[in-house]
């Protein structure tokens, strides 16, 4: 094998010799970790098991790996590999299908081997079949209204319940003596009980734009999130202008419609979302165009359709609880108003 390995060899005493890699007929591939010895490797291997969105990492996206099968024999019939997993909560895989073989160059590029078989695995995943419960909720505020929407009451669990333990204030996470398992308490105890929380605050309005601010906090007392992402779906992303100390990048998913986007940490400086204290978080600003055929502050426009977290949708507050408008003026909240200014010159009191 060249750029991963079986975690175990298994039973190979029936071989003489060199020995194979591994004889087990259900083997457990693991990565390779970066900085591998050379001899081991492969082309774009070696990532340690983690991978990034292709926006976000194009050189980590995916991962390779190389080995050879065969029997104790000299066959070159070989069965179909099945029953494929990437052991990974969420993660379902299909049957392998024949594909036309692998080609391999070499010499320079003056000659070409063949794989004597190939076979194609597709896995995909599931927000459902990773686990029964939410990962993260969204609270909302904006300037022109004084209430704080939090994340709905239970979004992800109930304290009291079973399987639902969390972390109070002011106690202490004792680890277990078995690293293989899990702590007790997962999240600081919260109404919504969601390991990830997202707000969404309406910050300022301009003449011809507006702010929004986000934050990410996060509630898992023993879990950093690396190489994080989050998607957003609101209709005026189209006009985005300007996103502060967060990447932005635009994702097309309803052919030319742009109304959803990704954003993720700067590496070295956000990109790493730390476990709950007070560097649980990180946040962003950002400037969006009004537009006047559309903007408005009204029926809660300015607030996002849908938020996921690392792929895994999170629950939104009710549209009825959603921050309103304080009185009819303000729905006008894209005019300029002109005020009378009085200014006391010692005895002359002018009006401008």
């Known amino acids: 094998m060249w750029g991963a390995q079986a975690t ?5 005493s029936r071989f003489k010799g060199q020995r194979p890699h591994s004889c087990e007929k259900s083997p457990v591939i693991v990565d390779l970790l970066p900085g591998t010895p050379y001899n081991t490797q492969v082309a774009n291997c070696c990532k340690g098991g983690v991978l990034s969105s292709f926006n976000q990492d194009p050189s980590k996206h995916g991962s390779m790996f190389q080995m050879n099968v ?3 024999t000299n066959s070159t019939s070989f069965t179909i590999a099945e029953n494929f997993t990437l052991g990974l909560d969420g993660y379902s895989c299909g049957n392998a299908q024949s594909v036309p073989a692998s080609q391999f160059t070499a010499d320079g590029g003056r000659r070409w081997t063949q794989a004597i078989s190939t076979w194609n695995v597709t896995c995909i995943y599931s927000q459902f079949r990773a686990s029964p419960n939410p990962k993260c909720c969204v609270s909302l505020s904006a300037f022109y209204n004084n209430t704080i929407v939090p994340c709905p009451k239970c979004s992800c669990r109930c304290q009291g319940l079973s399987g639902a333990e969390c972390l109070r204030p002011g106690e202490v996470l004792q680890m277990p003596h078995d690293p293989t398992d899990h702590p007790p308490a997962l999240v600081r105890c919260t109404n919504h009980m969601c390991p990830i929380r997202v707000h969404w605050h309406v910050k300022q309005s301009y003449q011809a734009y507006w702010r929004v601010k986000i934050t990410i906090t996060n509630f898992n007392v023993i879990r950093n999130y690396s190489e994080w992402n ?8 189209r006009s985005l202008t300007e996103v502060y100390s967060f990447t932005y990048q635009p994702l097309y998913v309803h052919g ?16 790493l979302l ?3 204290g007070e560097s649980g978080n990180v946040q962003t600003e950002m400037l969006l165009r009004k537009e006047p055929s559309d903007f ?5 426009w300015a607030f996002p359709r849908k938020i996921s977290f690392n792929g895994d949708d999170c629950v939104m507050p009710q549209p009825d609880d959603y921050p309103r408008l304080p009185n009819a003026a303000m729905a006008h909240d894209h005019r300029i108003l002109n005020l009378p200014l ?11």
């Not at 030319?256 to 990109?271: E, H, L, P, Q």
């Not at 408005?296 to 809660?300: H, P």
């Not at 009085?342 to 401008?352: A, G, L, P, Q, T």
């Open 256 to 271: 030319y419609v742009n109304d959803t986007g990704m954003f993720w940490g700067i590496k070295s400086f956000n990109d």
């Open 342 to 352: 009085v200014v006391n010159n010692k005895d002359k009191i002018i009006m401008i």
């Open 70 to 72: 065969g029997g104790a």
């Open 8 to 12: 175990q060899q298994g039973n190979c």
């Open 274 to 276: 730390l476990q709950s």
């Open 230 to 237: 989050l998607v957003v779906q609101h209709p005026n992303l």
């Open 296 to 300: 408005t502050f009204r029926e809660g």
